[in-house]
């Protein structure tokens, strides 16, 4: 058994002996694959490679564009469907605590996995050391559990986002999955304000498209807003308006705690 292997068989159990074999599993790790030797590394989940990608203006912001493919979007969208909470059309959030769904769950421990596959994947290329190179700290990735709160969003095309950062009673390290209509989500600094039209503050836009997962965590969680407009011209991606439909994202946290 190879070393990547070894690790996620020591860190999750053998995938194949998965808890919750009453849920569907609609993520698996089917292969785990690294080249040690050569340059290229492939790491591998779900039989797929996953590529991170860290947003470089903003500390502790991290995109993974290839989350999920088509298939798992599927079964994810159908799972939230089946919770029946936008069944109603004056219903559009959702938002659980403590014990999650038990797809939100497996989401979770995917989220857990991609992440260790990317950190190993950055390791072993030895190219960034440090901070910079983080996808998410050790400490975050390794408490109990990951998460424990999820709000799940509905948008109709126009609707977003108001900026904001999340609220304190949340820990560190944040989770969305993005699923349907691609996005641009915009990024300002907290503090940047200005009402001034001819000094707007500056946004950084991040562009989400269905089945990628974003990580907020450190300055992209506590000193940067987020924000998604859908008004007509403020969804521009490379020039062009995005043509948006129904969106739903999934965010997970970790409610701080009380005592
Ligand atoms: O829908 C999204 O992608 C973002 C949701 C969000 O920022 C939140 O619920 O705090
Ligand atoms: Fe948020």
């Avoid at 493919?69 to 219903?91: M, N, R, T, V, Y």
């Avoid at 857990?112 to 190993?120: A, D, P, R, W």
């Avoid at 940067?224 to 991606?237: D, L, S, T």
């Amino acid at each position: 058994m190879d070393e990547l292997q070894t690790i996620l068989t020591e860190a999750f159990g053998d995938s194949s002996n998965s808890e919750g074999e009453e849920e569907e599993q609609f993520l698996h790790v089917h292969s785990a694959e690294n080249k040690v030797n050569g340059k290229a590394l492939t790491g591998s989940v779900f039989g797929e490679t996953h590529n991170w990608e860290r947003i470089s203006e903003i500390d502790g912001l991290w995109l993974c564009k290839d989350f999920l493919s088509p298939d798992q979007q599927s079964k994810l969208l159908s799972s939230i469907q089946q919770e029946g909470w936008f069944a109603e059309s004056s219903s559009n959030q959702a938002m659980r605590f403590g014990d999650l769904p038990g797809w939100a769950v497996e989401l979770s421990r995917s989220i857990h996995e991609v992440i260790l596959f990317g950190s190993y994947a950055a390791e072993l290329e030895n190219c960034e050391k440090g901070k910079e190179a983080c996808i998410f700290p050790q400490d975050l990735l390794w408490r109990e559990p990951l998460f424990d709160q999820l709000i799940a969003n509905m948008y109709q095309p126009g609707e977003g986002i108001c900026p904001h950062v999340d609220l304190m009673r949340f820990e560190d390290g944040i989770a969305i999955v993005s699923l349907e209509s691609s996005c641009v989500m915009h990024f300002s600094r907290v503090g940047n304000e200005t009402c001034s039209a001819q000094d707007p503050p500056h946004k950084t836009p991040v562009l989400l498209t269905p089945g990628c997962l974003i990580l907020m965590w450190g300055e992209a969680r506590y000193l940067w807003k987020h924000e998604i407009n859908r008004k007509p011209g403020f969804q521009i991606w490379e020039g062009q308006e995005i043509d948006q439909k129904k969106r739903i994202s999934v965010t997970l946290r970790k409610l701080g705690r009380t005592d």
